[in-house]
Structure formats: structure tokens, C-alpha cells
């Protein structure tokens, strides 16, 4: 069972937005400054689109967005377009992990 | 930003010992992070473990056991070695590297293993 907790599933229309949540057990994730968030299309490698909770990599479009309250961090993408759909998963390190850490990984539909 | 490459065996059988390389080309790999991921057939993503360029090694504690994590910059590779394999070691295994332990913006792409006999 992974430390940090996502749902297994999310969906939402072309031009909406959806928000995939990642929880995290243990105190120390909430404040954690290292939570990072990868896209992954079917047979390929994952791509880093957040990282340090809300930072893009450049080329990365500002439709994705990372936030954290608390144990629970948040990926939104908004502006929902059909090439969004694919895989997510939150990354994190903390000192009560001792390592590093992904969730369980969500799958985004684009109905 | 760097190119990785993985290679190594796509089939072992169990007890034996994986054993994958990462070529790095198109960088400096001072100041990084060095990393192996791992993703079974339909699952999530599993992280192994870092070297970092310094020489420090950091393990997931599951399979601390078992995993050697080495660098030799002279070749401009890193490596990853599984002791004592079992099928539940049957992966799509990734190297990555980026400047911070969950900052991987550069990836290879991926070699299948498959444990069996």
C-alpha cells in the first residue's frame, strides 16, 4: 500500500478542469517542500509537468497547476484537451519515508 | 538536457541477479540525482533507489536488501543491480535523473524485464 494516496480514476469534458488529489500519511508530508506530479501516456516514459508542490518545467502549459494543503496535494488541470488524457501520479520525499515515494497513480479519461 | 538509454537483459530467471545500465549522453552529470524506477506490468510506478553525483546512495527500504546502485562517470553510466530476483521483480525498469530527489525531468525510456523460467 502506497504512503500517498490517489484515486484510481478521474474524468471530465474538453475545456473543463479536474483536480486529481494525492494524500500523504505521515506529518511530515504536510510539510514537505518536495511533491512532484508526472504525466504518463500508454508505452511511454512518465514526463515531470509539476514539481517543489507548484513549479513547472519549462514547455510544460500553465493549464497545469499543483497546490498542497495540509497531507493532501493537488494537481488541476484546466482547459481539458483530448491529449491530456493519460496517467498521473504524485511523487514525494519525506523524512518519515526515508525514500522516495509515488502514489498509486490516476487515470484521466477526456470524455 | 540529457539523453538516458537503458540496456541490459529483457529475460532472467528467478534467483538470479538483474543487472541494467543507464548510458548518459547530452549533459554534465555533476550535481544530479541518478535514479532507477521501476513499473510492473499495469501498475504504478515503484522507485529503487538514487545515487547521487557526490556518491551517496539512497534505497527504497523494500528493496534495500537486494539493489546496488553504482556510477562510473568515466563511462558516463550508472547502474542497477537486483539480487535474488522473483517474478514480482517483472517490470518496465526506467533511469532518471533531474536536481532534486522527486525532480526527474529527464527519463530513458524504459526496458521491460521479465523474471521467469
Known amino acids: 500500500q502506497s504512503a500517498l494516496t490517489q484515486p484510481r480514476s478521474v474524468s471530465g469534458s474538453p475545456g473543463q478542469s479536474v483536480t486529481i488529489s494525492c494524500i500523504g500519511a505521515?506529518?511530515?508530508?504536510?510539510?514537505?517542500?518536495?511533491v512532484s506530479w508526472y504525466q504518463q501516456h500508454p508505452g511511454k516514459a512518465p514526463k515531470l509537468i509539476i514539481y517543489?508542490?507548484?513549479k513547472r518545467p519549462s514547455g510544460v502549459p500553465d493549464r497545469f497547476s499543483g497546490s498542497k494543503s495540509g497531507n493532501t496535494a493537488s494537481l488541476t488541470i484546466s482547459g481539458l484537451q483530448a491529449e491530456d488524457e493519460a496517467d498521473y501520479s504524485c511523487?514525494?520525499?519525506?523524512?518519515?519515508?526515508?525514500?522516495?515515494?509515488f502514489g498509486g497513480g490516476t487515470k484521466l479519461t477526456v470524455l | 538536457q540529457v539523453q538516458l538509454q537503458e540496456s541490459g537483459p529483457g529475460l532472467i530467471k528467478p534467483s538470479e541477479t538483474l543487472s541494467l545500465t543507464c548510458a548518459v549522453s547530452?549533459?554534465?552529470?555533476?550535481?544530479?540525482?541518478w535514479a532507477w524506477i521501476r513499473q510492473p506490468p499495469g501498475r504504478g510506478l515503484e522507485w529503487i533507489g538514487y545515487?547521487?553525483?557526490?556518491?551517496?546512495?539512497l534505497y527504497n527500504p523494500s528493496l534495500k536488501s537486494r539493489v546496488i546502485i553504482s556510477s562510473d562517470t568515466s563511462k558516463g553510466q550508472f547502474s542497477l543491480k537486483l539480487k535474488s530476483v522473483t517474478a514480482a521483480d517483472t517490470a518496465v525498469y526506467y533511469c532518471?535523473?533531474?536536481?532534486?530527489?522527486?525532480?526527474?525531468?529527464?527519463w530513458g525510456q524504459g526496458t521491460l524485464v521479465t523474471v521467469s523460467s
Open positions: 511523487c514525494s520525499y519525506a523524512g518519515s519515508y526515508s525514500y522516495v515515494v
Open positions: 547530452g549533459g554534465s552529470i555533476s550535481g544530479l540525482y
Open positions: 517543489d508542490v507548484s
Open positions: 545515487i547521487h553525483s557526490s556518491g551517496s546512495t
Open positions: 505521515g506529518s511530515d508530508f504536510g510539510t514537505s517542500p518536495y
Open positions: 532518471a535523473t533531474g536536481g532534486a530527489p522527486t525532480r526527474n525531468p529527464s
